[in-house]
């Protein structure tokens, strides 16, 4: 299981520790998330931090954007250091636009994930799954760190997981919200390759919290 903390939840008044702790546990990803005050009600961090918190790290910058100009995000963030971009599907204009930007990430040598909301159907990347390096399944409404899980986001790994057998794509299935050491190991049994975890991470001792969700 690849194990991807947000930094959402980071405590900033004692970055250096924890970041410290990061490197000492078994994460290999870190996921950093975008949001515009517009896509989602909330507003997070600009390129600076991204490229300030790589600096000292050996980890996959997994860059969750959730903006409504996906178009202007992915480029600033793959300067800033991104290894993978991941847009909604919700913010493109049609699917043409969609198929376009996962064109223009893999173009600049970076993954590319397309995520959806809990009410946005699984059905809905089929057109697109074979283009994909990873599908991120919303398991909260995303926006906030610290949500509950939303249960029916196991039947939706199911159905995606299947999906993506059936076309013979590649992609990884992430999962982000409301992840812990139960409703992670119940995102595993359904199929899931990607933990995110926040709060349950950055809340508790940082190491065995991941080692939990391994
Ligand atoms: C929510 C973000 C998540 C968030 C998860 O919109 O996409 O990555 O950090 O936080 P927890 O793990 O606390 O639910
Ligand atoms: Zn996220």
Redesign the pocket.
Same mark, same amino acid.
């Given at each position: 299981m690849i194990v991807a903390p &947000?930094v959402? &939840?980071l405590d900033y008044s004692d970055t250096k520790k924890q970041l410290d702790e990061l490197k000492k546990s078994k994460a290999t990803w870190l /996921?950093f !998330?975008v949001m515009d005050g517009h896509f989602?009600k909330n507003l997070s961090f600009g390129p600076h931090v991204l490229t300030t918190l790589k600096k000292d790290l050996d980890l996959f910058i997994d860059v /969750?954007i959730?903006v409504d100009n996906p178009w202007l995000f992915q480029q600033i963030f793959i300067e800033a250091g991104a290894d993978g971009i991941t847009f909604h599907l919700e913010a493109c204009k049609d699917d043409d636009d969609c198929f376009k930007l996962i064109k223009e990430i893999k173009k600049k040598g970076k993954k590319v994930g397309l995520s959806i909301k809990p009410n946005t159907k699984v059905s809905s990347v089929k057109k697109f799954i074979k283009d994909l390096d990873l599908v991120l399944i919303?398991s *909260?409404e995303?926006?906030? @760190?610290?949500?509950s899980f939303i249960e029916e986001s196991i039947d939706k790994i199911k159905e995606l997981k299947k999906l993506i057998e059936q076309s013979g794509s590649s992609a990884l299935i992430e999962v !982000? @919200?409301?992840?812990n050491e139960e409703t992670g190991l119940r995102c595993k049994n359904a199929g899931a390759d990607v933990l *995110?975890? @926040? &709060?349950?991470i950055f809340n508790n001792d940082i190491v065995k919290a991941v080692e939990t969700l391994c």
């Open positions: &947000s959402l &939840s /996921h !998330d989602v /969750h959730m919303m *909260v995303p926006g906030f @760190g610290g949500q !982000d @919200g409301g992840i *995110v975890a @926040g &709060s349950y």
